[in-house]
């Protein structure tokens, strides 16, 4: 592992009785994919949660390139690097796909009232570029050519890879996908895997949490198992097969 | 003439485009004449009061329409623009202030009114904002209603009267302007101050919903944890759809105040609240036209069945059976029924809003 990208320091999360996450720490390095696995309840999703600013975390910290993110507030999270994607498709059902990407923009652009009355000069030009970048961004995870369609109206697979692309419109330094090819037939699941290939290669670090055991173990470069709120093992996807711990999690302690 | 040009769903040839902003320029400008002459004064003032609604059903879209929150009490924002005039413009107080100062500080204080709804209210959707919003509306009302006393500041329930007319340019419209020694009645000027504030805010709306800002809007009444996601401040931006529908209701109360010369809490009530989200609905929630087409029906066509109910009858059964007034709102009932029936996304929706019901029409 190089550089650090990210690193959480003792991540606690409680509801109500209920533990979520007792004391994680990881640290994701920079151009790294990092899987995050776990049988269901494991605490998966609220980590993603307490990350990317959904949840606020009971106790310990997040810094993202050494600096500490404001955990409880996600548009700040958004704007230091983090972009996500949902377990369940989150897109703007309402709004077309190049409208999706382009609300994806926000951060990045900075329009106000004033701004898109008078239509000034600088605003039309950031307009303009805010289109082109969202044509870009469509391009890149293919589904360029259905830009003007609904986003409901688009197959299951061009979903999950418009909330990619509006998740890569904020420029994030973290890329964290929940889940990505859950619902996925084999064929859109091959694609998926080039694409998250080619968006390292572009210099993006992932996060994936991911229940499709082949996936995870094929793409990453690390891996980290969740078990009751608690990390059992962290280590390169071949070790943690090995892990007897996490064999337990899965199958269940040996037979008495 | 580029933004009236941009009113259009495609993009004509500039020759066109002027041609066609100065045609619909000189028909609206003959509203006034034609009405008045053909059927009297009572019209233009009712054409005047329809502008006036278009005004704020354009302010409440921006709340209801454009960032989805449930708003039952917008007409509060018209009550603090009413009052703000009312106050400085009479003998209330002996102030007497211009309209160009107070219309600004109309908005000003309206838009901060909505801020103080919004803030309390940000992390309410749906049935819940509705309740909260209605209450603020009321209180809003009862306050004017009981501030005569230990200060008398409203007049309580008698209102405000005496207000200042506007004056435009050094000219009071509550007299005529006699221009080349023909004389323009004072309904006329005021409707073509009323015509050029809702042509303002319309443009006003169109420019900002297909903004940053807008986009900010809608993605939150799609979906408000992915705006949040993608970076949206939900709490500003929230904050910031309330103020500025409030602003609009601010200045559309100001004209109002001037307008009647009198104000009192009764014309703030509830009533007036469901029937400008009755507007937008009816008109075609988020869809600019459809908003400004809704607010003019609903506050041209109860008056029309008025009108229509006494001769209609006579016509019918020779004589009178019912009292227009019971009728009319009758008639008026039964065609919002009607149109939520049979045009469920509005009469006048936007493209994408009548493929979504016709979506889940289909049942998908």
């Given at each position: 592992m190089s550089e650090v990208l990210l690193a959480a320091n003792g991540i606690s999360k409680n509801f109500g009785g209920v533990r979520a996450l007792a004391n994680v720490s990881l640290t994701i390095g920079k151009g790294e994919i990092y899987g995050l696995i776990g049988p269901n309840g494991a605490g998966k999703t609220t980590f993603f949660n307490v990350l990317t600013g959904l949840y606020t975390a009971d106790a310990g910290s997040v810094t993202l390139s050494g600096r500490a993110l404001n955990l409880g507030q996600p548009h700040e999270v958004v704007r230091a690097g983090i972009a996500r994607t949902f377990q369940n498709i989150r897109l703007f059902a309402n709004m077309t796909a190049l409208e999706n990407v382009m609300v994806g923009r926000h951060t990045k652009s900075r329009a106000g009232v004033w701004g898109a009355v008078t239509a000034s000069r600088a605003t039309r030009a950031e307009e303009a570029a805010i289109v082109a970048r969202a044509h870009t961004l469509l391009k890149y995870v293919g589904i360029d050519a259905r830009a003007n369609d609904l986003a409901r109206n688009l197959p299951y697979g061009d979903q999950r890879r418009l909330e990619i692309a509006r998740a890569l419109a904020t420029e994030p330094g973290l890329l964290a996908l929940d889940e990505p090819a859950a619902g996925m037939n084999a064929s859109e699941t091959a694609a998926l895997r080039e694409l998250i290939a080619g968006l390292r290669s572009d210099g993006i670090t992932i996060l994936l949490i991911e229940h499709d055991v082949k996936l995870v173990m094929g793409l990453c470069d690390r891996v980290a198992v969740l078990d009751y709120g608690e990390k059992i093992a962290e280590a390169t996807p071949e070790a943690v097969q090995r892990d007897p711990r996490v064999i337990e999690a899965y199958l269940g302690g040996p037979v008495e | 003439m580029k933004p009236l040009a941009n009113l259009l769903p495609h993009p004509l040839p500039p020759a066109a485009a002027y041609g066609g902003a100065a045609l619909a320029a000189l028909a609206l400008a003959a509203v006034p004449f034609v009405l008045g002459m053909n059927f009297g004064n009572s019209w233009v003032r009712i054409v005047d009061f329809a502008l006036l609604y278009a005004m704020l059903a354009l302010g409440l879209n921006i709340v209801v329409g454009f960032a989805g929150l449930l708003d039952l009490g917008y007409i509060a924002f018209y009550a603090v623009g009413a009052y703000l005039y009312a106050l400085?413009?009479?003998?209330?107080?002996?102030?007497?202030?211009?309209?160009?100062?107070?219309?600004?500080?109309?908005?000003?204080?309206?838009?901060?009114?909505?801020?103080?709804?919004?803030?309390?209210?940000?992390?309410?959707?749906?049935?819940?904002?509705?309740?909260?919003?209605?209450?603020?509306?009321?209180?809003?009302?009862?306050?004017?209603?009981?501030?005569?006393?230990?200060?008398n500041i409203t007049n309580g329930p008698q209102g405000i009267a005496n207000i200042d007319s506007m004056s435009v340019a050094g000219h009071a419209l509550e007299k005529p302007l006699v221009v080349f020694g023909f004389p323009i009645p004072s309904l006329y000027l005021f409707y073509y101050l009323f015509l050029a504030l809702a042509v303002l805010t319309m443009f006003i709306c169109i420019r900002l919903e297909d903004s940053r800002i807008g986009r900010a809007w809608v993605a939150i009444r799609e979906d408000e944890i992915a705006a949040k996601a993608c970076g949206i401040n939900t709490r500003n931006i929230k904050l910031l759809a309330f103020a500025m529908g409030a602003s609009f209701g601010g200045v559309a109360g100001g004209l109002f105040a001037g307008f009647q010369q009198f104000v009192s809490p009764e014309s703030f009530g509830l009533l007036e609240s469901?029937?400008?989200?009755?507007?937008?609905?009816?008109?075609?929630?988020?869809?600019?036209?459809?908003?400004?087409?809704?607010?003019?029906?609903?506050?041209?066509?109860?008056e029309a069945l008025r009108y229509a109910a006494r001769p209609a009858q006579m016509w019918l059964f020779g004589r009178m059976l019912l009292d227009p007034e019971a009728l009319r709102m009758l008639l008026f009932g039964g065609a919002l029924i009607a149109v939520m029936l049979f045009r469920p996304a509005g009469l006048w929706p936007s493209a994408v809003r009548r493929r979504e019901f016709a979506a889940s029409g289909n049942g998908t």
């Amino acid at each position: 592992m190089s550089e650090v990208l990210l690193a959480a320091n003792g991540i606690s999360k409680n509801f109500g009785g209920v533990r979520a996450l007792a004391n994680v720490s990881l640290t994701i390095g920079k151009g790294e994919i990092y899987g995050l696995i776990g049988p269901n309840g494991a605490g998966k999703t609220t980590f993603f949660n307490v990350l990317t600013g959904l949840y606020t975390a009971d106790a310990g910290s997040v810094t993202l390139s050494g600096r500490a993110l404001n955990l409880g507030q996600p548009h700040e999270v958004v704007r230091a690097g983090i972009a996500r994607t949902f377990q369940n498709i989150r897109l703007f059902a309402n709004m077309t796909a190049l409208e999706n990407v382009m609300v994806g923009r926000h951060t990045k652009s900075r329009a106000g009232v004033w701004g898109a009355v008078t239509a000034s000069r600088a605003t039309r030009a950031e307009e303009a570029a805010i289109v082109a970048r969202a044509h870009t961004l469509l391009k890149y995870v293919g589904i360029d050519a259905r830009a003007n369609d609904l986003a409901r109206n688009l197959p299951y697979g061009d979903q999950r890879r418009l909330e990619i692309a509006r998740a890569l419109a904020t420029e994030p330094g973290l890329l964290a996908l929940d889940e990505p090819a859950a619902g996925m037939n084999a064929s859109e699941t091959a694609a998926l895997r080039e694409l998250i290939a080619g968006l390292r290669s572009d210099g993006i670090t992932i996060l994936l949490i991911e229940h499709d055991v082949k996936l995870v173990m094929g793409l990453c470069d690390r891996v980290a198992v969740l078990d009751y709120g608690e990390k059992i093992a962290e280590a390169t996807p071949e070790a943690v097969q090995r892990d007897p711990r996490v064999i337990e999690a899965y199958l269940g302690g040996p037979v008495e | 003439m580029k933004p009236l040009a941009n009113l259009l769903p495609h993009p004509l040839p500039p020759a066109a485009a002027y041609g066609g902003a100065a045609l619909a320029a000189l028909a609206l400008a003959a509203v006034p004449f034609v009405l008045g002459m053909n059927f009297g004064n009572s019209w233009v003032r009712i054409v005047d009061f329809a502008l006036l609604y278009a005004m704020l059903a354009l302010g409440l879209n921006i709340v209801v329409g454009f960032a989805g929150l449930l708003d039952l009490g917008y007409i509060a924002f018209y009550a603090v623009g009413a009052y703000l005039y009312a106050l400085l413009a009479s003998p209330q107080f002996g102030l007497h202030w211009p309209l160009w100062a107070i219309l600004p500080l109309g908005a000003t204080c309206a838009a901060a009114f909505g801020v103080l709804l919004g803030a309390p209210t940000l992390r309410l959707r749906g049935d819940y904002l509705a309740i909260v919003t209605l209450g603020f509306g009321e209180i809003i009302r009862i306050f004017l209603n009981n501030l005569n006393a230990p200060v008398n500041i409203t007049n309580g329930p008698q209102g405000i009267a005496n207000i200042d007319s506007m004056s435009v340019a050094g000219h009071a419209l509550e007299k005529p302007l006699v221009v080349f020694g023909f004389p323009i009645p004072s309904l006329y000027l005021f409707y073509y101050l009323f015509l050029a504030l809702a042509v303002l805010t319309m443009f006003i709306c169109i420019r900002l919903e297909d903004s940053r800002i807008g986009r900010a809007w809608v993605a939150i009444r799609e979906d408000e944890i992915a705006a949040k996601a993608c970076g949206i401040n939900t709490r500003n931006i929230k904050l910031l759809a309330f103020a500025m529908g409030a602003s609009f209701g601010g200045v559309a109360g100001g004209l109002f105040a001037g307008f009647q010369q009198f104000v009192s809490p009764e014309s703030f009530g509830l009533l007036e609240s469901i029937m400008v989200l009755c507007m937008v609905v009816l008109g075609g929630m988020g869809h600019i036209p459809g908003v400004v087409l809704g607010a003019l029906l609903l506050a041209i066509l109860p008056e029309a069945l008025r009108y229509a109910a006494r001769p209609a009858q006579m016509w019918l059964f020779g004589r009178m059976l019912l009292d227009p007034e019971a009728l009319r709102m009758l008639l008026f009932g039964g065609a919002l029924i009607a149109v939520m029936l049979f045009r469920p996304a509005g009469l006048w929706p936007s493209a994408v809003r009548r493929r979504e019901f016709a979506a889940s029409g289909n049942g998908t």
